[in-house]
C-alpha cells in the first residue's frame, strides 16, 4: 500500500477538500485524486461521498480513518528519527499569538518533543506584526499568527477556531442552544477582540440592528472575558478553542447564532521560505493524524 495514498486520504479528510489537500501537499488536484482512486481501488471500498462541492467519508472511510491516521505517524515518527540525526539544532523558536500561547502550543509541544527529544524549545509570545519583524531579523524560527500575505514567508492554514457566543449556567438561553442576534439585542455583553479581521465581520452583524449592541465591558485578554461571563457580568463572543475547558465543566454553554455562523479565529503557520520545512511538516502532520477539532491543517 502506498504511503503517499494514505497521507492524501488523512489530508483530505482534514480538510474537506481534494483542492487545500493538495496545496499542503504541493501537488496538483488531479495527482490527490488519482492518490484517492488508487487507494478505493487497493481496499475496493469508496472512501468519499461527493455532495456538491462538499465531501464526506463513507461509512468504509470512516472505519479505515484511524488506521490510516496510525500508519501515516508511525511512518513519519520513523521518518524524522531516521532523518534527525546530525541535521537538526537544538533548539527551536517558535513565536505566536497570546491564543496560541495558551490554547494550542500545550497541545503542540509534546508531538514535538517526542519528535526531537534532544531539542529545547523557546517560545516568544507577541502580537502578529511583532512575529514577522522577529521572523525577518531570523530571531525566531517559525511563528503561528493571523493570516499574512507576504512573499518572503512560506505560510500555511493551520487553525480555524470558530468564534461562538457563550452565557453561563443558568442563562435564559442556555437550555436553547441556538438563538438570533435580534434575541440578545438587549443583553449586556462582555466584547473581546484581538484586532484582527476575524472580528470585523462580527462587528458588520451588530451594525444590523437597529440600536447598538449593550456592551458593558471591553476587553483584550480572553481569560477576563471568560471569567466575566463565569461571574454572570454578561454573556460573549469567543473563540471555540479558548473555552474547552469551562464548556467540558458546565461553567460557559454555547449558543449558535444563526448571523455569526461561518465567523472563525483564523492563525497560520509561517517561516521564511526554504527554510524549516521539516518542523513545519511535523507541525502539520500532527494535525492532519489528531482527533478533527478546530484544527485544519
Not at 145 to 151: E, Q, S, T, W
Not at 211 to 226: F, G, H, R, S, W
Amino acid at each position: 500500500m502506498n504511503i503517499e495514498n494514505i497521507e492524501a486520504f488523512v489530508y483530505i479528510n482534514h480538510y474537506g477538500s481534494f483542492n487545500k489537500a493538495a496545496d499542503v501537499l504541493f501537488i496538483s488536484q488531479p495527482t490527490v485524486t488519482a492518490r484517492i482512486q488508487s487507494l478505493e481501488r487497493e481496499l475496493d471500498n469508496r472512501l468519499f461521498d461527493r455532495l456538491g462541492k462538499v465531501i464526506h467519508l463513507t461509512d468504509k472511510g470512516r472505519q479505515f480513518l484511524p488506521y490510516a491516521q496510525q500508519i501515516l505517524q508511525t511512518y513519519q515518527k520513523g521518518k524524522h528519527q531516521l532523518q534527525s540525526k546530525g541535521r537538526i539544532p537544538n533548539e527551536l523558536r517558535i513565536g505566536s499569538t497570546v491564543s496560541v500561547a495558551n490554547y494550542l502550543l500545550p497541545r503542540l509541544l509534546p508531538h514535538l518533543k517526542e519528535c526531537y527529544p534532544h531539542m529545547n524549545f523557546k517560545v516568544t509570545t507577541a502580537s502578529t506584526e511583532h512575529l514577522i519583524e522577529k521572523l525577518k531579523s531570523k530571531d525566531i524560527d517559525l511563528a503561528f499568527i493571523r493570516k499574512v500575505v507576504n512573499p518572503a514567508f512560506q505560510a500555511y492554514p493551520f487553525c480555524d477556531d470558530p468564534i461562538s457566543l457563550y452565557v453561563h449556567e443558568g442563562h435564559r438561553l442556555a437550555g436553547a442552544g441556538r438563538a438570533s442576534i435580534q434575541d440578545i439585542r438587549n443583553e449586556p455583553l462582555v466584547f473581546f477582540e484581538c484586532g484582527s479581521l476575524d472580528w470585523l465581520r462580527l462587528h458588520r452583524v451588530f451594525e444590523s440592528l437597529e440600536q447598538p449592541p449593550n456592551i458593558l465591558y471591553q476587553v483584550d485578554n480572553l481569560e477576563t472575558a471568560k471569567k466575566l461571563v463565569i461571574k454572570k457580568a454578561g454573556i460573549c463572543f469567543l473563540p471555540a478553542l479558548s473555552t474547552e475547558e469551562e464548556v467540558a465543566a458546565g461553567k460557559l454553554i454555547p449558543v449558535q447564532i444563526a448571523e455569526t455562523a461561518g465567523i472563525s479565529l483564523r492563525t497560520s503557520l509561517i517561516t521564511l521560505n526554504g527554510e524549516n520545512a521539516e518542523f513545519i511538516s511535523t507541525l502539520l502532520e500532527e494535525g492532519a493524524v489528531s482527533p478533527k477539532n478546530q484544527l485544519i491543517v
